[in-house]
């Protein structure tokens, strides 16, 4: 057996196809003449991005869903002014379109490879992917490893692109495994979002493994299992029955109400982090966008979308939804959240310095220039505004006041904008949180982000080994936070959601139940698996659940208690 990382949940059994990247070989110093040159180069960039927006096409129609914006990234990247002007350059001066595009692309490659930041890392993996693509088109050949791959087959490789992702069939493929990545790789996102399983982190797959291989993989477990006998072969086919058969039943609660045991009504809303993804909510059966994240507006570009470019983007969104809520968090840099385009300071612990509206407050050309922006959309639509990292009423009112700054600047410029919109906070500063009562008087709702809550709870890094696994939103402590928002926000009137990873998780939401949520905002895949275990809880018996993790003292006691008690 081969251990990994489990990276996309299910179990796959099938024969092994090994994918090898070949070299792509040409003739640096072929002479050229420039200007055919230029339109050679141009030609191969237009029919690259005329693909992608077509596999994009495909990728929304089969999932509908966000992840379909790693290929929107794709096609930013191969527009990207300042490559472009840098390639153009080279070509200009008498260098071959492969020669300048290899040149130019490396050096941005080598750049972003040399960051601690993996965001920015992962940003050298989208352009080596989409310089590759552009020098097979240059180059006339065409990479159909993927595309032939025969029923049945598990791909094992060292990486997958997300291009190459998106060229595989999931009704053919069987399984992935990959010698690199982890969870965040783009390769894993599609995987998940493909109901494909996955492993990530088998060193060697590709030499320990040939090709005409019969292997398993588990994708929950990150196990691999090769020559497996009869016996395991049997079991595992009807391990993988179970799951399928779980799995459409889950999918049968996609277009219902979200509804608990005794009827009463939660609201379950989709998180996007791209305008187009908000088409996708209401098929995915979301009711609306719960949370945007704009910060990727602003990534694998090299200067911040315009006014004009973000009030377009925020338009789509909102038509995308049509006249379903949205809303759209302002910009959350910081943190873990490394934007180039952005002028930020390197801090020696920044987790705690200059993130979310703290670092907006401080760069307030750019901030109100989302504002306007927000407003010139939210004209007649079903807007609302939410601020990341708050930790004091004052930020609050200070954001407050620069959305009536912007308002009054666009009345006298005499431009159509939102007169008013409701503003809400995100909660995912312990301040925040023990303020919740005073927040909630002056916000029109709240969400509580866990992802960050329970890092700042714990005082613990997510990615952190080193701390024994100490991050944990099971914990009583971060559970007792949750409650403790979650009534002063209703008692304050204004309305509480989760809208981190945590809501999407089936043993955690009739806690949130009993705590008195209002609504969950997930990632589209999850809304059917949520609304399904809203619907196996009452009142009183997520009441009582919750009184007897209350009387837990430690994770691993909830844990245990959550799992056994989870319903199906
Ligand atoms: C959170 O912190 O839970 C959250 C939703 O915000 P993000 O994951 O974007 O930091
Ligand atoms: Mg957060």
Not at 69 to 79: D, F, G, P, S
Not at 131 to 160: Q, W, Y
Not at 171 to 194: D, F, N, Q, W, Y
Request: hydrophobic share 40%.
């Amino acid at each position: 057996m081969l251990q990994g990382i489990a990276v996309s949940s299910g179990i796959g059994l099938g024969t092994v196809l090994i994918l090898r990247e070949h070299t792509l070989v040409f003739d640096e110093n072929r002479q050229i003449d420039p200007e055919p040159e230029m339109s050679r180069f141009s030609r191969a960039v237009k029919v690259f991005c005329d693909n992608t927006a077509s596999r994009m096409r495909h990728l929304q129609l089969s999932t509908s869903l966000e992840d379909s914006r790693i290929l929107e990234t794709h096609i930013n990247i191969a527009n990207d002014p300042e490559m472009t002007r840098e390639v153009s350059g080279l070509i200009l001066s008498g260098s071959s379109a492969e020669t300048a595009l290899s040149k130019v692309s490396g050096q941005y490659i080598a750049a972003f490879m040399d960051s601690h930041d993996e965001l920015t890392r992962l940003r050298a993996e989208d352009i080596r992917d989409v310089c590759n693509a552009i020098l097979h088109l240059l180059l006339g050949v065409e990479d159909t490893a993927i595309k032939n791959a025969p029923t049945g087959s598990i791909l094992v490789a060292e990486e997958l692109s997300p291009s190459a992702m998106a060229d595989l069939d999931a009704g053919r493929i069987a399984g992935l495994v990959l010698e690199k990545g982890g969870p965040a790789s783009h390769a894993s996102i599609l995987a998940r979002t493909m109901g494909l399983p996955a492993v990530c982190g088998i060193k060697d797959a590709t030499k320990k493994l040939s090709c005409g291989d019969f292997i398993i993989v588990d994708g929950a477990r990150g196990e691999v299992i090769s020559s497996p006998g009869e016996r395991v072969i049997a079991e595992y086919r009807s391990r993988r029955e179970a799951q399928l058969e779980e799995r459409r039943c889950t999918e049968r609660f996609r277009d219902r109400r979200t509804l608990s045991a005794d009827g009463r009504e939660y609201r379950l809303y989709c998180n996007i982090s791209m305008p187009s993804a908000a088409a996708g909510v209401v098929e995915s059966g979301g009711e609306g966008v719960g949370l945007f994240r704009t910060e990727y507006l602003f990534m694998n570009r090299s200067a911040p979308p315009t006014e004009d470019e973000q009030a377009e983007a925020y338009l789509q969104a909102l038509k995308g939804a049509a006249g379903r809520q949205v809303v759209i968090r302002t910009l959350d840099i910081g943190g873990d959240k490394n934007v180039p385009c952005l002028p930020t300071q390197k801090e020696e612990n920044p987790f705690l310095g200059l993130r979310g509206v703290r670092w907006c407050l401080q760069n307030e050309d750019i901030f109100l220039t989302q504002l306007r922006a927000l407003l010139r959309a939210g004209a007649g639509e079903a807007l609302r505004i939410m601020f990341p990292m708050v930790s004091t009423l004052s930020e609050l009112r200070a954001c407050r006041q620069l959305i009536e700054k912007a308002r009054e600047q666009l009345i006298n410029e005499g431009r159509p904008c939102a007169m008013s919109i409701p503003v809400g906070v995100m909660i995912e500063t312990p301040s925040a949180a023990l303020i919740a009562d005073h927040l909630s008087r002056e916000a029109a709702f709240l969400s509580i982000g866990t992802n960050d809550l329970t890092g700042y709870i714990m005082a613990c890094d997510r990615g952190s080994p080193a701390a024994g696994g100490l991050y944990d939103p099971f914990h009583p402590a971060v559970l007792r936070v949750l409650r403790h928002i979650i009534r002063c926000g209703s008692a304050g009137g204004a309305p509480v959601s989760v809208c981190g990873e945590t809501a999407a998780d089936p043993r955690l939401v009739p806690l949130y139940m009993s705590y008195g949520i209002a609504s969950f905002s997930v990632s589209a895949v999850a809304v059917p698996r949520v609304r399904k275990a809203v619907s196996l809880w009452s009142k009183a018996e997520a009441d009582s659940l919750a009184k007897a993790v209350g009387r837990l003292g430690t994770a691993k006691e909830v844990r245990e208690l959550l799992d056994s008690s989870q319903r199906t």
